[in-house]
């Protein structure tokens, strides 16, 4: 679905976003003894870095995968660069003590294909969709699937139309 088709905007401020990567790391904090993350770019940057600071994970490692989305290959994945095998090799071979770190799941489409390269890691986002929802074992925000999220590193200073569209008298 186009963001053009979207029918609620959702806007991200930076300190909302470090509030709600915080909340996330606080959430993870007392689940385990993390060795690494994997954050999926480019979304998964920010949040991993936040996440790394709080837990004091010292290794980071990304996966890099582009959406494309044109007449041919509608919604194909592309792994631009994988994992490092000896991050997933860290514990047993399958991803045991890794986070994998995103700013949003959406469909789920991105963290099906991580998954299958580190089965036993800990997923976590910031935001979730309903669809995503079911792949994800940590999340901090759930919006509803039609809500396009508009996050800080992605927007300026500019006007904000409300959501009702005539706010006239």
Request: with cysteine.
């Amino acid at each position: 679905m186009d963001h053009n088709e979207q029918n609620k905007a959702f806007p991200v401020s930076w300190d909302m976003f470090h509030r709600d990567a915080r909340a996330l790391a606080w959430r993870l904090s007392g689940q385990g003894e993390w060795k690494a993350i994997v954050c999926i770019t480019r979304g998964g940057l920010v949040p991993a870095a936040i996440v790394a600071r709080e837990l004091g994970i010292r290794t980071i490692e990304t996966v890099c995968i582009a959406s494309y989305h044109d007449y041919d290959n509608q919604g194909q994945l592309q792994v631009i660069k994988p994992v490092d095998p000896k991050v997933i090799d860290l514990e047993d071979g399958e991803g045991s003590g890794v986070l994998v770190i995103d700013d949003l799941v959406d469909t789920g489409k991105t963290a099906k294909v991580v998954r299958e390269m580190l089965p036993k890691a800990h997923f976590a986002t910031v935001y979730a969709k309903p669809m995503g929802v079911p792949l994800i074992d940590t999340f901090i925000t759930e919006v509803s699937q039609d809500t396009w999220i508009y996050f800080p590193w992605d927007m300026g200073w500019q006007f904000q139309p409300p959501l009702a569209k005539d706010t006239r008298g």
